[in-house]
């Protein structure tokens, strides 16, 4: 399981905050198992003792069970679009458009709504490593987003 770690470091000797009084952090990506340390951009002061450490911990949110369901779902259906909404409703104008190209070429295809579970709207963006939706699989292989899709079939 990948976990984000995150750690905010505060000084009482240097503030972490800019001139208007926001909180400013930098993140730092170790490597590409999420592992990310955020620490005040502006802290100065290197005793221990001045320091406040805080750790958090993210699990990822592709877990093994959802990724054998959805290696199960892009194996056993030649076409499959994960979209917001469904075929017959649609809920965002990209997840429209790749179901009226699919629609225009006859292109028989299943839908599943990532609307209507978070943690797999999360861990098919980590499945697919595929920031945005729709997300459209081919014979088990990720094709694209909505802007792929109009490039290559239309």
């Given at each position: 399981?990948a976990l984000?770690c995150?750690m905010?470091?505060s000084s009482?000797?240097?503030?972490?905050?800019?001139?208007?009084?926001?909180k400013v952090?930098?993140?730092?990506t170790?490597s590409q198992?999420h592992r990310?340390?955020?620490?005040?951009?502006?802290?100065?002061?290197?005793?221990?003792?001045?320091?406040?450490?805080?750790?958090?911990?993210?699990?990822?949110?592709?877990?093994?069970?959802l990724?054998?369901?959805?290696?199960k779902?892009?194996t056993?259906n030649?076409?499959?679009?994960f979209m917001?909404?469904?075929?017959d409703?649609?809920?965002?104008g990209?997840?429209?458009?790749?179901?009226?190209?699919l629609?225009?070429?006859n292109?028989p295809?299943?839908t599943?709504?990532?609307?209507e579970n978070?943690?797999?709207?999360?861990?098919l963006?980590?499945?697919s490593?595929?920031?945005?939706?729709?997300?459209?699989?081919?014979e088990?292989?990720?094709f694209?987003?909505?802007d792929?899709?109009v490039?290559?079939?239309?």
């Open positions: 399981m984000r995150v905010a470091v009482p000797c240097s503030p972490a905050t800019d001139a208007v009084g926001r952090f930098f993140s730092k170790l198992s990310t340390f955020t620490f005040p951009l502006y802290s100065t002061n290197r005793s221990s003792t001045a320091r406040i450490a805080r750790f958090r911990c993210f699990s990822s949110a592709l877990t093994p069970q990724k054998n369901t959805l290696d779902v892009v056993s030649k076409v499959v679009l917001k909404g469904t075929k409703f649609p809920q965002c990209f997840s429209n458009t790749v179901v009226q190209i629609n225009s070429l292109v295809f299943e599943i709504n990532i609307l978070e943690m797999l709207r999360m861990g963006k980590e499945y490593s595929w920031p945005t939706f729709p997300q459209l699989y081919i088990g292989e990720f694209g987003g909505c792929i899709t490039g290559k079939l239309l």
